[in-house]
């Protein structure tokens, strides 16, 4: 198994909403990433959960918490987002390791109204 | 400031004739190249690495090379297949480093 699951796949909130995304997967990988990519526009790292502990936050605002309640399992709760904040979230996970290939879900693609 | 800089936003192939993907990157201190491609409404899915220590690395038809005193890579696809029309996104890693540092892409267009 060499897939990285994201659900949903699409999720219209709006600013008031609380909303979360979740990333599964199951290759025994212990450090998982959220990224957001806007439209044309290369991802960017928001989190890094290594051994289900935060060890990078990109300066990324308080409205996005992470939280990775287990080995497989990594989460993004969502509340009073902005419109600047639509675009597609990326969850990838990879070894505990660098120099290594992180592999990357289908994706959320996160409106906010 | 944008550290990894894929200059060519689109590049149309005929099928069968060889893609040549280029990226440039401006810190010294990146010692591993990704290459990652990305269908439509799907997640990147990666295609071929190299490390700093080498200068080429080649699996099946996808070649990169690396240039380290122009700070450039370059990927190479022979043959173009219609299946290869996507976005191919260059990526580095600093030492001891998880974050992968992006290029904006180039998109590619495998014509019959």
């Known amino acids: 198994d060499t897939e990285v699951t994201q659900t949903p796949k699409h999720l219209v909130m709006g600013m008031t909403n609380k909303k979360s995304l979740k990333c599964e997967q199951h290759?025994?990988?212990?450090?998982m990433y959220w990224y957001k990519q806007k439209a044309k526009k290369p991802p960017e790292l928001m989190f890094v959960?290594?051994?289900?502990?935060?060890?990078i936050n990109e300066s990324v605002p308080s409205r996005f918490s992470p939280e990775c309640p287990n080995s497989s399992l990594l989460n993004l709760h969502l509340h009073a987002l902005q419109p600047e904040d639509s675009a597609l979230y990326l969850c990838?996970?990879?070894?505990?390791?660098?120099?290594?290939?992180?592999?990357f879900g289908q994706g959320t693609r996160l409106t906010v109204v | 400031d944008q550290q990894v800089k894929q200059n060519s936003p689109s590049l149309s192939v005929q099928e069968g004739r060889i893609s040549i993907l280029n990226c440039d990157y401006t810190?010294?201190?990146?010692?591993?190249f990704l290459w990652y491609k990305k269908y439509p409404a799907e997640g990147p899915t990666f295609l071929i690495s190299?490390?700093?220590?080498?200068d080429k690395n080649e699996d099946g038809r996808f070649t990169v090379f690396l240039n380290k005193s122009a700070k450039h890579l370059s990927l190479h696809i022979v043959p173009s297949q219609p299946g290869d029309s996507a976005v191919y996104f260059c990526?580095?890693?600093?030492?001891?480093?998880?974050?992968?540092?992006f290029g904006a892409g180039t998109t590619v267009t495998v014509r019959a």
């Open positions: 290759m025994g990988h212990r450090a």
């Open positions: 810190n010294s201190m990146f010692d591993y």
């Open positions: 990526a580095a890693n600093l030492p001891n480093d998880y974050k992968l540092s």
């Open positions: 959960y290594s051994y289900e502990k935060l060890s």
């Open positions: 190299i490390s700093s220590i080498k």
């Open positions: 990838a996970s990879s070894q505990v390791q660098v120099n290594t290939e992180a592999f």
